[in-house]
């Protein structure tokens, strides 16, 4: 049973270009998010979405754009990408009385 | 500014030994505290969690952490280390009504069979 997954798990592509990464909850859960993890392994939130409502919206530049059609997808999709995108990016679930975030496996981005 | 600092980068240990690391976090106002384990090239599973009562918590797989509210910290230990946790561990805060975490910078415990 997946609980986070988030598809694809690698994605190479090439500056300037447009991709998207899908997430999907079978938790139950009504609050997502999306963090980036860099190189150094550093962890940072990027959005949150509850209830398919933007409630954080971290300094991440106008060519990253978050997509909630129901409370259990969050799509990522990025614009113009360049270089410094590339990372892992992690989708997370909670619900919100509980507080604990569950991690996706990741999705490792690389731009060339 | 909200942060949280993690002692060490990188621990190497021999099996059997026991572990510590450190993480103090600066937040204004009251905190849930978590500490994840990243196993290589695996996803972030949470080892343990603090949101209040008893300052020390036990987590999966033996680990366990004390809050120390006067230090701000939020210390993981375990008293026998296996080969098997070898991997990426993060510190993480959050305020009591939840929301963002803000994670360490992780330490990387290496265990030598």
């Known amino acids: 049973d997946t609980a986070v997954s988030q598809t694809p798990k690698y994605l190479v592509t090439q500056m300037g270009n447009d991709k998207s990464i899908k997430c999907e909850q079978n938790?139950?859960?009504?609050?997502m998010y999306w963090y980036k993890q860099d190189s150094k392994k550093f962890l940072k939130i990027m959005f949150s979405y509850n209830n398919k409502e933007l409630i954080i919206n971290e300094t991440v530049p106008n060519r990253f754009s978050p997509k909630s059609p129901d409370k259990a997808h969050l799509n990522l999709h990025i614009n113009s990408l360049e270089l410094g995108d590339s990372a892992v990016y992690f989708c997370?679930?909670?619900?919100?009385?509980?507080?604990?975030?569950?991690f996706g496996p990741g999705t490792r981005l690389t731009v060339t | 500014a909200q942060s949280v600092s993690q002692h060490n980068h990188h621990v190497i240990l021999s099996e059997a030994a026991s572990l510590e690391l450190g993480c103090n976090y600066s937040?204004?106002?009251?905190?849930?505290l978590f500490w994840y384990v990243q196993y290589p090239g695996q996803h972030l599973q949470l080892l343990l969690k603090?949101?209040?009562?008893?300052?020390l918590v036990k987590g999966i797989k033996g680990f366990e952490a004390e809050f120390i509210k006067s230090k701000f910290s939020f210390n993981l230990r375990k008293p026998s280390v296996q080969w098997s946790d070898t991997a990426e561990y993060f510190c993480?805060?959050?305020?009591?009504?939840?929301?963002?975490?803000?994670f360490g910078q992780g330490t990387e415990l290496s265990v030598k069979p």
């Open positions: 938790l139950g859960h009504d609050t």
């Open positions: 993480a805060v959050t305020s009591i009504q939840g929301g963002k975490l803000i």
């Open positions: 603090y949101f209040s009562g008893d300052p």
């Open positions: 997370a679930s909670s619900q919100r009385d509980t507080y604990e975030q569950y």
């Open positions: 937040y204004g106002g009251t905190v849930n």
